[in-house]
């Protein structure tokens, strides 16, 4: 069953803007990953948060955890026309270390 | 070097022809999926396999049977292919680690059912 649920839907903005995605879920986690997509590639993994983290930074990527309202966002600064892709979120939860998927948000940064 | 590769790219066939996906991981991960990605890019798991044994069988037709020779491969048969069945399909794979599994994904393979 699909756990988080990436907001908004889709996200255009300009370059060196900051975009900020949003990813709500439903039961308690054990893990929050984040994924990129770019157009017709696989997925690649960006970044891991446990549930007893609250932030986590990689580069231009800033992740927070708030378990108390069951939501994380990433944040991408400074963004580039190659940071244009899809963002997913995924979650796991109890005995399973096997992350679900959200929808994703489709980002679009204009040069 | 490839860490996931996915063969073929582009499948393109008819309704009812019977169709084999591979897949070959060379990061000696234990752990590998299928996942079933539609047209509004929503991403279902359809199985994981450990060691080459069955973990994850989500509510997929028993026409899609998964076929693990070695725990580097785990390849993907669809009998009697459906219009529906029409998606990209991801193999992916993750160390068996119990602390969060980060999985690496293939390329994917479009396939188009006619």
């Known amino acids: 069953s699909q756990q988080g649920e990436e907001d908004p839907q889709a996200l255009s903005i300009q370059e060196g803007e900051n975009a900020t995605m949003n990813c709500s879920y439903k039961t308690s986690i054990n893990n929050l990953q984040w994924y990129r997509q770019n157009s017709g590639r696989g997925l690649v993994h960006l970044i891991l948060?446990?549930?007893?983290?609250r932030e986590k930074h990689s580069g231009r990527l800033r992740v927070t955890l708030d378990t108390s309202k069951k939501s994380s966002s990433l944040l991408i600064t400074a963004s580039r026309a190659a940071d244009t892709a899809s963002y997913f979120c995924?979650?796991?939860?109890?005995?399973?270390?096997?992350?679900?998927f959200g929808r994703g948000t489709s980002l679009i940064v204009h040069p | 070097d490839t860490a996931v590769s996915q063969t073929p790219k582009y499948l393109v066939t008819q309704m009812g022809n019977d169709k084999s996906i591979k897949c070959e991981q060379n990061l000696g991960h234990d752990t590998m999926y299928w996942y079933k990605q539609d047209s509004k890019k929503f991403l279902k798991i359809m199985f994981s396999?450990?060691?080459?044994?069955?973990?994850i069988n989500e509510t997929v037709p028993n026409r899609f049977s998964p076929k693990s020779p070695d725990k580097a491969h785990l390849n993907l048969h669809i009998n009697s292919l459906e219009l529906g069945d029409s998606a990209v399909y991801f193999c992916?794979?993750?160390?068996?680690?119990?602390?969060?599994?980060?999985?690496?994904f293939g390329p994917g393979t479009r396939l188009l059912v006619l």
């Open positions: 948060i446990r549930s007893n983290e």
């Open positions: 992916a794979s993750s160390p068996w680690d119990r602390e969060g599994e980060t999985q690496y």
């Open positions: 995924a979650t796991d939860s109890g005995g399973s270390y096997i992350p679900t």
């Open positions: 396999y450990n060691n080459k044994e069955l973990i």
